[in-house]
């Protein structure tokens, strides 16, 4: 997988936009970008993942420069219950089931009331 | 839909005895896993299936056994615990494994905290 490198930490205001970035410069043309998270104590979650084009789903929206080597995920309206840590993950299609997900150290997001 | 499901959810065993952890998913996928995650360390898989009768080693699976009799459960089997087995355990499962994008989602149980005396 390529190598992610991701704030230790971010803080946001509850009912304020949250963008994570995440920088993965040495990724491959045929390597995804998941976001998934975990809540304290709980399984992680699957977010939203893209390969060339910014996407967007219920949860939140991911955009991938066009040289595709960064990508931010952001919650358009954070609230408390999105505190969490927050894993970008690079992965080539056929990864899973050879290797482990390898969530790194994350982004350790703190939503404040 | 469950999703994917768990039992138990904390469980505490003596050093020998063995349990099954359960892992049900109802969502046709025909990808699950097991996996380890240690305080501080990130998930180490244990055990995969690509689909029912069909397993395989991922990378810590000494000391675990599984099946796959059907797509949809498939339980971890500690055949005599250890202290180092001590751990949360999450079942994840996706529709496939080899074809990437939403194909290799994985998606998570709520994990089955063990404490082995």
């Known amino acids: 997988d390529a190598k992610t490198t991701q704030p230790t930490s971010m803080d946001c205001a509850e009912g304020r936009a949250a963008n994570l970035p995440c920088n993965h410069s040495t990724i491959s043309g045929n390597e995804y970008v998941y976001w998934y998270r975990q809540i304290h104590s709980q399984g992680p979650q699957y977010i939203i993942h893209g390969l060339k084009n910014n996407e967007t789903n219920e949860m939140a929206s991911l955009i991938i420069t066009e040289d595709r080597k960064s990508s931010t995920l952001i919650l358009p309206h954070a609230t408390l219950r999105d505190t969490a840590v927050y894993y970008c993950i690079v992965r080539v299609a056929g990864d899973t089931g050879r290797r482990a997900l390898t969530f790194g150290s994350g982004t350790r997001l703190q939503v404040q009331p | 839909n469950a999703g994917v499901t768990q039992t138990p959810k904390f469980q505490v065993l003596k050093t020998g005895q063995s349990m099954t952890l359960q892992c049900a998913q109802d969502?046709?996928?025909?990808?699950m896993s097991w996996y380890r995650q240690d305080p501080g360390m990130g998930l180490r898989l244990i055990h995969y299936?690509?689909?029912?009768?069909?397993?395989d080693q991922g990378e810590v699976p000494n000391g675990y056994n599984v099946s796959r009799s059907t797509t949809e459960d498939f339980p971890l089997r500690l055949l005599s615990a250890a202290p180092s087995q001590t751990s949360v355990y999450f079942c994840a499962s996706s529709y496939g494994a080899w074809t990437g994008g939403s194909k290799e989602t994985q998606y998570f149980g709520p994990g089955t905290r063990l404490l082995v005396l």
């Open positions: 969502m046709n996928h025909e990808y």
């Open positions: 299936s690509v689909g029912a009768g069909i397993t």
